[in-house]
């Protein structure tokens, strides 16, 4: 009798053993596997990241493949008509891209368990992408060439070509920066056009921009925060102005593709991105961050402190292609 007790409670253990471990499915220690990872953010921004999160999911593999965010969309686009999208979780400049993948019916829905420290308006009503940060575009000065700042847009206008700017063939910050001048009353496509009389640098990315400008090769720039935030700390000669009229915001998405080869972990990746953690380290590496509670580093404007210029999203996404072809028309590019 005593034996066929034990055996009774010993099969019962094992039993409730079992569902513990049915229901912890997913967590942190169970979550293995390769993970591919496609995004616009720089290297080092990305590798960091990825060790973070290898921190708390040491058995995830994960491997990266980064380029500008047009590049990276080109990518993603041949891999869906070869019938092989690779990658599983994706990190790009802009709500309007996301959009245009949503559309696409390339995105998979997650309502992350972080979303509650998330503002609404930057998440996606169907769940299919949010924003990972808040990254306004402004100008950048070279402090040893000039004396006298400029406070308006005006500046880059009237600079003959002293300015650089990043291509919207390549950035999407800088894609999504045309479609919203060029529908505001403000700017409009007159801006672009004053802009290209004076035969700016027009280049790949943000982080030429800053080069140039921190180099003396120009002296004014169009390009996102952070990174002159991040190199006027480090000493560079460089300031970052917010124009009086405005800024554009982009707030770098994330999503997960369709069908991921390892949805578990890609949805982990995607918490821990909006994670009070993963905040955090978006902090400490430069950027402003979008969950509340955690502070923007200093040389940084919050998003409530910035005065920022938006334009409708359906409408910048439909007008993409479009915009970029007048562009590269009235550039040569």
């Not at 891999?79 to 309007?96: F, H, K, N, P």
């Not at 009237?158 to 300015?163: F, I």
């Amino acid at each position: 009798m005593t034996k066929m007790r034990i055996s009774i409670i010993f099969l019962i253990v094992i039993s409730l053993l079992a569902a513990c471990s049915n229901s912890t499915s997913g967590k942190e220690g169970e979550i293995s596997g390769e993970l591919s990872f496609y995004t616009s953010q720089p290297d080092a921004d990305a590798e960091q990241l990825v060790e973070a999160f290898n921190e708390q999911y040491p058995d995830v593999t994960v491997s990266i493949y980064r380029s500008g965010t047009e590049e990276v969309i080109s990518k993603v686009q041949a891999e869906s008509q070869a019938g092989d999208v690779q990658a599983d979780v994706l990190l790009v400049a802009d709500a309007v891209t996301f959009e245009s993948l949503k559309e696409q019916d390339m995105l998979l829905s997650y309502e992350s368990s972080e979303l509650e420290a998330i503002p609404d308006r930057f998440i996606d009503p169907d769940h299919m992408y949010t924003g990972t940060k808040v990254m306004s575009t402004a100008m950048v000065v070279n402090t040893e060439k000039v004396t006298d700042m400029p406070t308006s847009w005006n500046a880059l206008t009237e600079a003959g070509d002293n300015v650089a700017m990043p291509s919207p063939l390549y950035s999407g910050a800088a894609a999504y920066n045309l479609g919203v001048f060029t529908r505001n009353d403000n700017f409009g496509w007159e801006y672009y056009e004053a802009l290209q009389a004076n035969n700016p640098t027009v280049t790949q990315g943000n982080g030429a921009v800053l080069k140039a400008v921190a180099a003396g090769e120009v002296d004014y720039g169009m390009v996102v925060d952070f990174i002159v935030a991040r190199a006027e700390a480090e000493g560079s000669p460089v300031t970052l102005v917010y124009p009086e009229e405005g800024v554009p915001v982009i707030t770098e998405p994330i999503g997960i593709m369709k069908d991921p080869e390892n949805e578990e972990a890609a949805k982990a990746f995607v918490d821990f991105v909006l994670s009070e953690k993963g905040q955090q380290l978006a902090k400490d590496i430069g950027y402003t961050p979008i969950r509340e509670g955690v502070e923007a580093p200093e040389g940084l404007k919050t998003i409530d402190e910035m005065e920022v210029l938006e334009a409708d999203i359906n409408e910048l996404y439909q007008a993409r292609d479009e915009d970029k072809q007048k562009f590269s028309e009235l550039f040569g590019e």
